[in-house]
């Protein structure tokens, strides 16, 4: 009967593809050797899978059903919504997700891809690259080994990046945490740009404004460089 658990048996870490249009999306990662569909499972002939662990199926009642997943640690997911909000909770792998305007939220990965039109997107943690995208949605990323973030008027926030960060809007405000050395790129027209760097780094900053004038409160040096570029906004970078 459609919306019973199904559990699907899988190797070690499993490639997941779901779907859904305006239903709530939950995947739990833990330690378990299936994949366990605890909500909103569509009819059996819905489900696709092989012996490489690649399961992929939608939700049930065309797609607006809720659906809550769980699955092994570690693996690897792909996630396409239209409306309903994405939580992803555990440690997963590789993981993709694309919405127009769903809110994303996801507590730890090996690598991010998000991309939504209209919603807000937070990452607690990104072990390698994150790369978020939105249009009018706030960008959030607390935790990253290499960052990639734009907006269009969308605030962006990033803390304790560990690698390089190219941050892009036009009029949402930026806002850098760096945690070690890396290059950082901003970009923006209208928006404000705020850089925290540690102490102990000394950066090479080349900061551009037509309009105002930007503050550098670090020492120079040559540990990595920071670049940002703005129209109108106002440039500040300090120590954290």
Do not use: W, Y
């Amino acid at each position: 009967m459609p919306g019973d658990p199904i559990a699907i048996p899988v190797p070690a870490a499993a490639e997941l593809h779901l779907s859904t249009s305006s239903g709530r999306v939950l995947v739990i990662a833990e330690e378990r050797s299936d994949v366990l569909i605890v909500e909103g499972a569509p009819r059996s002939e819905k489900i696709e899978s092989d012996a490489t662990g690649r399961v992929r199926f939608p939700s049930a009642k065309g797609g607006s059903a809720h659906l809550e997943v769980r699955c092994p640690a570690g693996s690897d997911l792909v996630v396409g919504t239209i409306s309903g909000k994405v939580e992803l909770r555990g440690p997963l792998g590789l993981v993709r997700v694309t919405t127009v305007s769903s809110s994303v939220r996801v507590e730890s990965a090996e690598q991010i891809d998000a991309r939504s039109i209209s919603g807000s997107i937070e990452v607690l943690r990104s072990t390698g690259r994150c790369t978020l995208q939105t249009k009018s949605g706030q960008a959030t990323c607390r935790g990253a080994g290499e960052a990639q973030i734009s907006t269009l008027s969308g605030r962006i926030e990033l803390e304790g990046t560990t690698g390089k960060v190219r941050a892009q809007t036009v009029s949402g405000k930026i806002e850098v945490g760096m945690k070690a050395k890396g290059d950082v790129t901003v970009q923006t027209i209208s928006g404000s740009v705020h850089v925290e760097v540690p102490p102990d780094v000394h950066p090479s900053a080349k900061l551009r404004s037509v309009s105002g004038r930007p503050r550098n409160d670090c020492p120079p040096g040559t540990d990595c460089e920071i670049r940002v570029r703005s129209m109108s906004g106002k440039i500040e970078v300090v120590p954290g």
